[in-house]
């Protein structure tokens, strides 16, 4: 969805054939290399990665050109997650591979709750504190093998879910086919406990799933017996990006929440105990990123690291996300006029029973490497960038650990509001949301497990 006419031209010349009866507007795409910083991104991580490994970087570079990749890459790839509401189709394959059709996305992203939020802070407290006394009683290298094992099998999920698009690329179309099992469980318990029965362990994939879960297994498998710095970094840095990709904070104002809540969580824990700084220490997990302050080896043969924590990372990441998302939303409605998580004019308001019509018209998918304005996004990744360097700065100058989101949530918080204000649009911030996908789809849910006879009677 770009603002220009280069974008324009890329319409495609035919819409696939759809199997919906709402009418669908045609996709807009582009290549790859249309998107200069997002395959910049790509590039940088994995080449930051095998250059700190021979070559001296200071930390401080490595900690800003790691967090600006990941947050790029990130947050362009949670562009999909608005695919997933009712106003967007998606284009999928046959197991063939042979005709391509057009249907109504039935996924629902995951969305945090504004409840969710308020308690985010004290669930992550209690965790934290969990972990301090876990390593106090117990001896570091038991707590260390749990949280391992745990970590390797969540990281094979995360490497492969992170490589997969990668490796779709490398393998040639024809070998790449579409494989499937079903296996279904017929079980004697109470719907109430087992579900339904049967339990569906179907499993539906192609060849690059299958290469890319081999390629995940060993790169967890080799953490997990070296417990080196780099395949520490590996896991790390895909948890940031699978977890930018698919979570969605829903509101801006739930997702301000989070940021204050979570801004006076760091601050207690980092200066108010040494909680934060001694799990920090203590864990040997990729819960942080690791960055070498020298290739040369201390007196006990080891290497002097700084540390980053995954959530300093990933937290902004998710507010930044939903701003690039909103930049995007902004784009549509400019381009097919108002759509869902602005006003949802685009799908009929509910009717006097209740119900609500299919949308009138579908949108086509978004392309993260389409270009389209992004004022907010490019606003709070600068702030981001500001606050990130601030810390560094007070954190040498001080030569003591500091709470990250001490300076990171008043830059991505300020920066997205002046933003707002100087455009005029902070009625239009704080009134965006992206819920209505996830209320549609509970509604959906539970219709579904209504008897036979309710939904007749409806």
Known sequence: MSSGAASDSALADSTPVTNTAAPVLPPITAPITSNVPLLLSYVTIPSLWVATQH?????????????AAILYAGCHASLVLLNENSAHYEVDKMNDGSEIVVVESENVAEVMQASDAMQFPLVGSCGLFGLYIAFKFFEAETVNLVIGVYFCLVGWVAVGGTIEPIVRLCVPKKFNKVFGWEWKINHPLPKSIGGESPWDLS???????ILSTFIAAVVSYRYFHTRH??????????????????FSLGTFKIAAILLVGLFFYDIFWVFGTDVMVTVAKSIDGPIKLLFPRSLIKNEDGKIDMSLLGLGDIV???FFIALLLRFDAVRD???RYGTVPGLSTTNSVDAN????????LVLLPPLDPNVQFPKPYFHACMVGYMVGIITT???????EAAQPALLYLVPACLGSALGTAAIRGEMAELFAYSEEEAQEEGDEKNKDSDKPEEAKKED
């Open 55 to 67: 070559i001296s970087i200071h930390y401080t570079v490595q900690v800003c050109v790691y967090c």
């Open 203 to 209: 499993v539906e994939g192609t060849t690059s799933d």
């Open 229 to 246: 710095w780099t395949q520490n970094n590996i896991l790390g840095i895909c948890f940031c990006l699978q977890g930018i990709h698919r």
């Open 315 to 317: 937290i902004p990441g």
């Open 332 to 334: 549509e409605k400019r």
């Open 352 to 359: 006097d029973d209740g119900t609500k019509d299919k949308p």
């Open 392 to 398: 560094l700065f007070v954190m040498i100058h001080f």
